[in-house]
């Protein structure tokens, strides 16, 4: 059998990367047949190596962002790292964890699990304004678009604010609309070994991506112990 990376092989490789601000980057995991969720949930997929390089990713974001009907059903909170990334983090001038915003209109979520370090809330002038007013008195809130949250202008607004880097967890709606604009720097792909079939999305869903920005190059693949670790760039 070929040889396997380990599990403190595969966080530094992921660790190392090159990532210049601004930087936008999407982890996802998936099935050999596409599938990225079991009962909505992509956490029932990966394995204890994919944890790895999801707390790995992580530490390398200023920002994490993720739809708010996703970081329902995965039960989202304020992120924890193990130590030694916290220090990492701090060693290059970082908070000690990544700032989580949140994309919603209907903005139907509760913040409490985020305890002290609440999520910025990304959203749009037709979500409904008590609670929008509400959230603005606990934490920040861009308000980017009229009716649908315009991705692209609430990404600058994220930069403008001190978030360089950010990395999207979906899900597969919020990457479409990434994917589609020609936004996303890198792809870190997850290939759990399990067939699903069924009504599962894609790790994109929703709009085309047109020809000019939809062409990635392979940087890397690598066997862990039961899933394949790929990452893909951009091609300029």
């Known amino acids: 059998m070929d040889e396997r990376v380990s599990d403190d092989a595969l966080e530094s490789i992921y660790l190392t990367d090159e990532r210049p601000a601004p930087w936008l980057f ?25 944890t790895v390089v999801f707390r790995a990713l992580r530490a390398a974001a200023d ?29 290059r001038g970082m908070a000690s964890i990544p700032r989580v915003a949140l994309v919603s209109r209907s903005l139907e979520f509760d913040i409490e699990p985020f305890e ?18 509400a959230l603005a008195g606990m934490t920040d809130v861009i308000v980017a ?13 994220l930069r403008s604010i001190g978030f360089g880097r ?9 990457n479409g609309q990434l994917a589609s604009l ?4 890198e792809w870190c792909v997850t290939i759990a070994p399990m067939i699903l079939s069924g009504e599962s999305k894609r790790i994109v869903s929703g709009r085309a991506v047109s020809d000019d920005v939809r062409d990635y190059r392979l940087d890397r693949s690598l066997a862990g112990a039961t899933s394949l670790f790929t990452r893909w760039l951009k091609i300029d």
């Not at 809330?121 to 609670?131: A, D, F, G, L």
Request: hydrophobic share 40%; charged share 25%.
């Open 145 to 157: 678009g009229e009716e649908q949250v315009d991705i692209a202008l609430a990404i600058s607004e």
């Open 63 to 91: 920002a994490v962002i993720v739809a708010g009907a996703t970081a329902r059903v995965e039960g989202y909170k304020r992120p924890r790292l193990p130590a030694h990334l916290v220090a990492w983090r701090q060693e």
């Open 116 to 133: 002290d370090e609440p999520p910025v809330i990304v959203t749009s002038q037709s979500s409904p304004e008590r609670r929008r007013r």
């Open 26 to 50: 999407v982890n996802m995991v998936t099935t050999i047949d596409g599938a990225t969720a079991i009962d909505g949930r992509s956490s029932m997929i990966g394995d204890e190596q994919d």
């Open 166 to 174: 950010l990395l999207s967890e979906g899900g597969p709606s919020l």
């Open 182 to 185: 020609g936004l996303v720097d």
